[in-house]
Structure formats: structure tokens, C-alpha cells
């Protein structure tokens, strides 16, 4: 098994075609499907069912293409970390910002390092807690934001912000941020609520029983945007972050309002693996990060968000 099996492995899983693969290696066909084959003889499995629809992963293909992707990823970032400068900060850098957050951070997070750590190669991934813990666990991260989380045993969690949600409803109901909504209220109106076991659909749940009532829902989505779209819809109201519905509250699409009785907040940390010893390269992007964060706060653009992430007895 060397490195030119694995990147051929890697690329026919990710296109789904061998003829695909050997024009992104650079090869010859027959090299690649020769590379496939000699993986499956030394390993005694077959890697990939040759379909009419092309080339899919067998169950143990699929464990073999997740370990030979991280393989793949440390290798090119020990290729990246090779400094040809002393003092350059050079690596590659995973980073995982939450689905509500991206829009505010993505941007100046990419142009702060372009500025001042241009050996850095980011990769950003956006998605909901939940899923960036897991990918954090797995490997598949060098850092995150997280929320409902505090260190555990193979994850250290810097608190960096608090922020208080908001219900979210059609224009038409006319809610303002300077009128906090009773949760029994927001209660009263179909609600579009995120997955059960979604760390969000917890904090609401949390809210729902202190406040000794029932929510009446409406729909299920693990889609931030679904949620907000299905608002506008006239399909209920919903509850976010003031942060992921700041934009649609400016252009009118939405309005919104704190929740209160009780209000209802979420802790954001910034999460990275105990093991092992961290690269200059993510240690840098990770300040980069918290001073994003901070600076985000400081010039009123986190709507409701306050610097730490301790709360008080009636906060989620």
C-alpha cells in the first residue's frame, strides 16, 4: 500500500468514475484501475462495486477511503509545514465555523490570514454543532467553534461568546428587537424547530419546560436556511441565534425579537483536540479566530452577544 494507491483510492471514491480519476491523477486508465486492483488483492476485499452508474465504494472501501483521506490530509500538511523561512508560519489548517456564523466570520477570518500569515492554507467547513464536534473527534478538524459543550477528555473548549436567541417570524407580524416575546407566546404559533438531538433543539426544549409549556410544531429541518425559508413561507415562526438572522432582519425579509420568560442564551467555545501537539499554523489561526470573534462583539455586529461564556441560573 503506498501513497499513489491511496490518492488513486481517494479520487475514484470522491468522482465515482475511474476514467474522471486517471484525467485528475495525471495517468493513464488502466495505471489507475491497475492501483485499485493491487489494493484489493493485498487486502483481500472488494474495494468498489463496478455499477452501470460507476464506480461506488464497498462498506470496507468506505473505511478505507476515510483513513486514507486523513492519512492523505497529514502528509500534505507536514509537506506544508516544512518552513523554507524561519519565523514564516506555514501549514494547512481545517477549521469548522457554525452554520449561524459563518456569514459574519468566514470573510475577514480568510483576509486577515491572507494579510498576515500568507503560508496558511485554510479550509473552512460550516455546519451545526453536532456535526463539527463529531469531525473534530474523527480528526477531520484542527479546530472549531462549538456550542453546549464544555472540555471533555479528548477536548479542550475556550469559552468565547454568550448570545441570546431570538424568535424569528413572517414581516407581517411586525416584531421588533426592543420587545422581548414571552417563550409561552412564541409558544402559541406553529413552530419550525431544528432536529431532535440538535444541540439547538436542546436549548429550546430546556426553555419550553421552565416555562411549563408545549411547543406546537410545525416542521423539523437541520437546515438553518430551511428554517428561515420556511418562515417566509408562512409555515410559523421559528427560534435562532441573533447572529443567523441579523441580515434577513435588515432586508426586511424577517422580523424578530429576544425571547424572554425565561431568555433563553447559548455558549460559544472554541474547541481544539487535547492530543498532540499543535501546529504553529493552527495555534495561529486559532487567535486569529477569537480575534475575529471578539472584534465582531466589540463593534456591535453579533447582535446580543456578550464577550465569555459563563451564563446565569435562568440562561440555557
Given at each position: 500500500?503506498?501513497?499513489?494507491?491511496?490518492?488513486?483510492?481517494?479520487?475514484?471514491?470522491?468522482?465515482?468514475?475511474?476514467?474522471?480519476?486517471?484525467?485528475?491523477?495525471?495517468?493513464?486508465?488502466?495505471?489507475?484501475?491497475?492501483?485499485?486492483?493491487?489494493?484489493?488483492?493485498?487486502?483481500?476485499?472488494?474495494?468498489?462495486?463496478?455499477?452501470?452508474?460507476?464506480?461506488?465504494?464497498?462498506?470496507?472501501?468506505?473505511?478505507?477511503?476515510?483513513?486514507?483521506?486523513?492519512?492523505?490530509?497529514?502528509?500534505?500538511?507536514?509537506?506544508?509545514?516544512?518552513?523554507?523561512?524561519?519565523?514564516?508560519?506555514?501549514?494547512?489548517?481545517?477549521?469548522?465555523?457554525?452554520?449561524?456564523?459563518?456569514?459574519?466570520?468566514?470573510?475577514?477570518?480568510?483576509?486577515?490570514?491572507a494579510r498576515d500569515h500568507p503560508g496558511?492554507?485554510?479550509?473552512?467547513?460550516?455546519?451545526?454543532?453536532?456535526?463539527?464536534?463529531?469531525?473534530?473527534?474523527?480528526?477531520?478538524?484542527?479546530?472549531?467553534?462549538?456550542?453546549?459543550?464544555?472540555?471533555?477528555?479528548?477536548?479542550?473548549?475556550?469559552?468565547?461568546?454568550?448570545?441570546?436567541l431570538w424568535v424569528a417570524a413572517p414581516?407581517?407580524?411586525?416584531?421588533?428587537?426592543?420587545?422581548?416575546?414571552?417563550?409561552?407566546?412564541?409558544?402559541?404559533?406553529?413552530?419550525?424547530?431544528?432536529?431532535?438531538?440538535?444541540?439547538?433543539?436542546?436549548?429550546?426544549?430546556?426553555?419550553?419546560?421552565?416555562?411549563?409549556?408545549?411547543?406546537?410544531?410545525?416542521?423539523?429541518?437541520?437546515?438553518?436556511?430551511?428554517?428561515?425559508?420556511?418562515?417566509?413561507?408562512?409555515?410559523?415562526?421559528?427560534?435562532?441565534?441573533?447572529?443567523?438572522?441579523?441580515?434577513?432582519?435588515?432586508?426586511?425579509?424577517?422580523?424578530?425579537?429576544?425571547?424572554?420568560?425565561?431568555?433563553?442564551?447559548?455558549?460559544?467555545?472554541?474547541?481544539?483536540?487535547?492530543?498532540?501537539?499543535?501546529?504553529?499554523?493552527?495555534?495561529?489561526?486559532?487567535?486569529?479566530?477569537?480575534?475575529?470573534?471578539?472584534?465582531?462583539?466589540?463593534?456591535?455586529?453579533?447582535?446580543?452577544?456578550?464577550?465569555?461564556?459563563?451564563?446565569?441560573?435562568?440562561?440555557?
Open positions: 500500500m503506498d501513497f499513489r494507491q491511496l490518492k488513486a483510492l481517494v479520487t475514484v471514491a470522491e468522482v465515482g468514475s475511474v476514467t474522471r480519476a486517471a484525467e485528475l491523477l495525471h495517468l493513464v486508465q488502466p495505471a489507475v484501475t491497475r492501483q485499485i486492483r493491487t489494493l484489493e488483492q493485498e487486502l483481500g476485499v472488494a474495494l468498489f462495486e463496478r455499477t452501470r452508474h460507476g464506480m461506488r465504494p464497498t462498506a470496507a472501501g468506505t473505511t478505507l477511503v476515510e483513513r486514507a483521506r486523513r492519512a492523505l490530509a497529514e502528509l500534505d500538511r507536514a509537506r506544508a509545514e516544512i518552513q523554507p523561512t524561519p519565523g514564516v508560519v506555514t501549514g494547512i489548517v481545517t477549521v469548522g465555523l457554525l452554520d449561524s456564523a459563518s456569514d459574519l466570520l468566514a470573510e475577514p477570518l480568510v483576509s486577515a490570514l496558511v492554507q485554510l479550509r473552512l467547513l460550516t455546519a451545526y454543532s453536532g456535526h463539527l464536534q463529531q469531525w473534530l473527534d474523527d480528526g477531520d478538524l484542527d479546530l472549531s467553534l462549538l456550542y453546549g459543550l464544555e472540555s471533555s477528555p479528548s477536548l479542550n473548549a475556550a469559552p468565547l461568546v454568550r448570545e441570546r414581516p407581517s407580524e411586525a416584531l421588533s428587537g426592543d420587545e422581548p416575546v414571552p417563550f409561552a407566546e412564541a409558544a402559541t404559533r406553529p413552530l419550525v424547530m431544528p432536529a431532535a438531538g440538535h444541540a439547538l433543539r436542546t436549548l429550546i426544549d430546556g426553555a419550553a419546560a421552565r416555562a411549563g409549556v408545549r411547543v406546537a410544531e410545525s416542521v423539523q429541518t437541520n437546515s438553518m436556511r430551511a428554517q428561515k425559508q420556511l418562515v417566509r413561507a408562512g409555515h410559523g415562526w421559528t427560534i435562532l441565534p441573533a447572529v443567523g438572522i441579523a441580515a434577513d432582519v435588515a432586508d426586511g425579509s424577517l422580523s424578530a425579537a429576544p425571547l424572554s420568560e425565561p431568555d433563553v442564551w447559548r455558549s460559544i467555545v472554541l474547541g481544539t483536540p487535547r492530543a498532540g501537539r499543535m501546529p504553529a499554523a493552527v495555534e495561529a489561526v486559532a487567535r486569529e479566530l477569537t480575534r475575529q470573534v471578539h472584534s465582531a462583539v466589540h463593534k456591535g455586529r453579533w447582535p446580543s452577544a456578550l464577550l465569555g461564556g459563563t451564563g446565569t441560573a435562568q440562561e440555557a
